[in-house]
């Protein structure tokens, strides 16, 4: 895959994603306010319902009142009848309104029959009712009784409902309601519309100052719904109910929060395996490119020794050459040399495939890890000298037992040998030593070649993995030798750990259990 089309396919797959969060949040976002809008209208039908509850039930304690007023004034309508109305007040500021009606009930008796002389006869029948009114002095805008109150009454222009608002002006309001009653009637009607949040409720006055009708810790600037609660004389609201929920959005969001929980459940799938999908495109290309690289290092590898056999099939072939039986063995050894420097590297990748399947088995026995470090050594030093440099050996380990392959503990170490040497410029000085810690046999080998960076330093024991100097390889090799430590130091359940700098030189732990 090319590396510009691998970018614009990241691109679109995130703009897909994103505009599908987008969506999702949209569309939740479109819930909600459409969830606000249905909750804020059913919560002012159920306010206004109830005070249409209260206002009625006031009135009806009035209607009782002038039951018999208003039975007797229906009955005789049609009879001939005089109204007084009379509006006192006493020492005590109780205001009185005694409405009277007269009704003439008239009949003739008759006294001959030859002039159709007749008596008329008439009785008056009085009947008084008196309705008392006590009227707050520190009441405001209750006006007089209207001074005509029978023609009111008669006529329908003065209603009970005016009577009522008229008289409840003058009462204090806690004896009008009580929040007992106002929450009663409210939690009902919320129900009734469907709405399952906590209310707190409040009555304030015109002027917007908060009485004492009030739930418990209920806060003014919370207020979010106001309805009018009772009216004066004029029809101007004299008491408002207002209202706020502190679980408002938790109700709104109520019936749609498994959706909105199965909706975040899956965009998250969708994010993790779209990052899933992103890293093992960039894990197959890296491995890819790791597979290229490791086919030319690998026939780089072999090229050298394969040339070489080729020159030394060719001396061998030379007449002069074999009359020189000094020549011939030279020529032989430098065959087998470089034959075996080949099975060498195919045997390194051959063990890393086992490894990669689990199929590499190990002769466990009992090891001298001192004596193994000192075997690892030897091959080592001579290519060491050869550049005038020099391996410093230290051994402090007590105890040198563990249980493992003394095969694969030889090649680890060899490895890390053979890594220092590499890596070191002009004389390499080399230092092997050895000790213990509570339960680990421990080799430490130190090397104060070019270093590694800390980025470097994290990729180390990965397969294939080697440091370049531009586009160009300094060192020879294929990247399976730390990886290889790592897994057989793993199968010995042991501990491999490196500290770098750069320009300062390496140090590699090896920690290996010790014999229990």
Known sequence: MRKGFYKVLIAIMSIALIGLMIIQFYWL??????GLENFNTSVYQAMNATTAKINKYEVEKYYYKLDNVNNDLKASVDKPQAFTSQIIKDSLGVTYAYVTKFVIEKSMVPISGVYNDSLTKAN??????????????????????????????RDGTYTIENMARWDAGTTPLDKRISYKMLDSIFTKELHRFGIK??????VITKDSLLTNIKSENFKEKNIKFT???????DDHAEY????????????????????VSLTFILTMIIVTVFALAIYYMQMQRRISEIKTDFINNMTHEFKTPIATI?????????AKIISEPDKVKYYADLIKQENKRMNTHVEMVLRMAKLERNQMDLNIEDVNMNGIVQKSIEPIRFIVEERNGTIFEEYNADKVFVEGDPFHLENIIINILDNA????????????????????????VADKGIGMSPNVLKKIFEQFYREETGNVHNVKGHGLGLAYVKKIVQLH????????????????????????
């Open 124 to 153: 008056i029948y009085t009947q008084e009712k008196v309705y008392k009114i006590d009227k707050d002095s520190a009441s405001k805008g209750i006006g007089n009784l209207n001074l005509n109150l029978e023609e009111s009454l």
């Open 240 to 259: 408002n109910l207002t209202a706020y929920f502190p679980d408002q959005n938790y109700v709104i969001l109520g019936d749609v929060i498994p959706i």
């Open 310 to 318: 080729n020159i030394a099939s060719d001396a061998l072939k030379n």
């Open 421 to 444: 040497r590499k890596y070191s410029t002009g004389k390499p000085q080399i230092k092997v030593k050895t000790y213990n810690t509570d339960k680990h046999f421990v080799v430490e």
């Open 493 to 516: 359940h042991g501990e491999v750990v490196a500290e770098s700098e750069p320009g300062k030189g390496s140090t590699f732990y090896i920690k290996i259990p010790l014999k229990s």
């Open 227 to 233: 309805v009018p609660l009772f009216y004066d004389k």
């Open 197 to 202: 949040a906590t209310p707190r409720l409040g």
């Open 29 to 34: 976002n479109l819930t909600f306010r459409s």
